[in-house]
């Protein structure tokens, strides 16, 4: 699986601001996809995953209620992985990775920060 990010950028405390993650797989293969991130100075975390279908959704209880995870056209070889962030906080500034685990491990390797692939990070700054 390819994963490619976009749309991080700088905002003010309470900003938004929508990150998206273009994963290319092999037909037939079937990836849950998620994000992580890590802040200056700190190991990476998980942030948000979604399964392969779009059904089912997990998100870190620091993000829970302020971002959305989503999913077009679940299921194809070429398809969109967006993460809507709203009510920025300065702990949010982060490098954000798009991340996948192993086309036979269950979504919850990405729930405990195991993924097997990552795509390049896109920076999330916010300013107080």
């Known amino acids: 699986v390819q994963l490619q990010a976009s749309g991080g950028g700088s905002v003010q405390t309470g900003g938004s601001l929508r990150l998206s993650c273009a994963a290319s797989v092999r037909p037939g293969r079937r990836y849950h996809i998620g994000w992580s991130r890590q802040a200056p100075g700190k190991e990476r975390e998980f942030v948000a995953a979604?399964?392969?279908?779009?059904?089912?959704?997990?998100?870190?209880d620091s993000v829970k209620g302020r971002f959305t995870i989503s999913r077009v056209n679940a299921n194809t070889v070429s398809n969109t992985v967006n993460l809507q962030m709203n009510n920025l906080k300065p702990e949010d500034t982060a490098v954000y990775f798009c991340?996948?685990?192993?086309?036979?491990?269950?979504?919850?390797?990405?729930?405990?920060?195991?993924?097997?692939?990552w795509g390049q990070g896109t920076l999330v700054t916010v300013s107080s």
């Open positions: 991340t996948a685990p192993h086309s036979d491990d269950t979504i919850i390797a990405l729930v405990q920060g195991k993924p097997m692939y």
């Open positions: 979604i399964s392969w279908s779009g059904d089912s959704t997990y998100y870190a």
